[in-house]
Nanobody
Framework: QVQFVESGGGLVQPGGSLRLSCATS????????WGWYRQVPGKERDIVAA???????HYQDSVKGRFAISRDNAKNTIDVQMSSLTPEDTDVYYC?????????WGQGTQVTVSS
């Protein structure tokens, strides 16, 4: 069973930065594209940033220029560096394959941007 463990969230002031990390296990990590998703209340999880097997990037328009996703195939981890954060970035963030390929999800990590 694929497992995802997200970490790095917290409370940050507007304009601040956070780095989220995701440790995965149980998959052929290097064979997948991976992404970070956010949980929009009342909706399905939306992709925020993704990175393909070949290292190409995909970003939601609202985070372009502010978020940078990376992957480490040796450690089976996916990180996202978040900068210039705004209150609109407040949410629970999850990592998963892109597109979603497994039923299980991690617990997510809460990001709260507030003064």
């Amino acid at each position: 069973q694929v497992q995802f463990v997200e970490s790095g969230g917290g409370l940050v002031q507007p304009g601040g930065s956070l780095r989220l990390s995701c440790a995965t296990s149980g998959s052929n990590f290097s064979a997948y594209a991976w992404g970070w998703y956010r949980q929009v209340p009342g909706k399905e999880r939306d992709i925020v940033a993704a990175i393909t097997r070949g290292g190409r990037f995909h970003y939601q328009d609202s985070v372009k220029g502010r978020f940078a996703i990376s992957r480490d195939n040796a450690k089976n981890t996916i990180d996202v560096q978040m900068s210039s954060l705004t209150p609109e970035d407040t949410d629970v963030y999850y990592c998963h394959t892109w597109p979603v390929g497994f039923d299980s999800w991690g617990q997510g990590t809460q990001v709260t941007v507030s003064s």
